[in-house]
């Protein structure tokens, strides 16, 4: 019983986990070949029965190539050799499955680039009083990031670069709208809005004599309350 455990051990080590050993080492695996003013494809079929390799590439990337190979290469790894014939062709190669080599074209992956943002400081006034404007609400359009100026009118907010714009609103004032331009601290001066401010005014108004209303009708219900009473 033992020994038919150990037959059937041994059988599946010689069946599953030797060849896969075998097939990851492939590219490990040193051999000695020649080349003698062999193109390309005829040194990738050389190496293929040298060292037990499968080669797959797209043709027309092979015929660009003109270069002829002469040279004697011992004890070399296959991978040194692939190594050795793709030198200064372009190409590069990658391993599947260690028998497999996928040859393709060297791909340049152009560098990303990161916007670089900086921040900016500024000073919202009134153009007319020559104030500080507080409370003011500052947009970046690249970013759609708002900030409001402090009591002084100042405020910090970060921007794409020099051409991004800043959209200064407050009310009773025009929108003003203000390129960031290369400058760390900007003065922004806002100008009254006759039509808004107008709005504001009537709006005031309005609630003051609701108010007013209001406190007349209070007013006159505590007198007919004192009336009933006495």
């Not at 059937?8 to 075998?22: D, G, K, N, R, Y």
């Not at 000695?32 to 990337?61: D, H, M, W």
């Not at 028998?99 to 152009?110: D, F, G, L, Q």
Request: aromatic residues 6%; proline residues 3%; glycine residues 4%.
């Amino acid at each position: 019983m033992k020994e038919k455990f150990l037959h059937s051990c041994m059988w599946l080590l010689l069946c599953f986990i030797l060849p896969v050993i075998a097939q990851v080492n492939v590219l490990q695996q040193k051999i000695s070949i020649n080349f003698r003013n062999e193109g390309i494809t005829r040194c990738f079929s050389l190496l293929q029965a040298k060292g037990g390799v499968t080669f797959f590439y797209n043709p027309a990337y092979i015929k660009m190539l003109d270069k002829k190979f002469t040279a004697d290469l011992n004890n070399k790894t296959v991978a040194e050799v692939i190594t050795f014939l793709l030198k200064d062709t372009g190409l590069e190669y990658e391993a599947v499955d260690g028998r497999k080599v996928v040859i393709r074209k060297i791909v340049i992956k152009a560098p990303v680039i990161v916007p670089h943002k900086r921040t900016i400081s500024g000073l919202v006034t009134d153009a007319a009083k020559n104030s500080p404007v507080a409370r003011a609400e500052i947009m970046a359009q690249s970013s759609v990031s708002v900030v409001t100026a402090d009591e002084s009118g100042r405020f910090s907010i970060d921007v794409k670069d020099t051409t991004d714009v800043l959209v200064v609103y407050y009310v009773g004032n025009a929108t003003k709208m203000v390129k960031a331009g290369s400058m760390p601290v900007i003065t922004i001066q806002l100008k009254q809005d006759s039509k808004t401010l107008g709005a504001v005014q009537v709006d005031a108004r309005r609630r003051s004599n609701t108010e007013a209303m209001l406190l007349n009708d209070r007013k006159n219900s505590a007198m007919i309350s004192d009336g009933i009473s006495a």
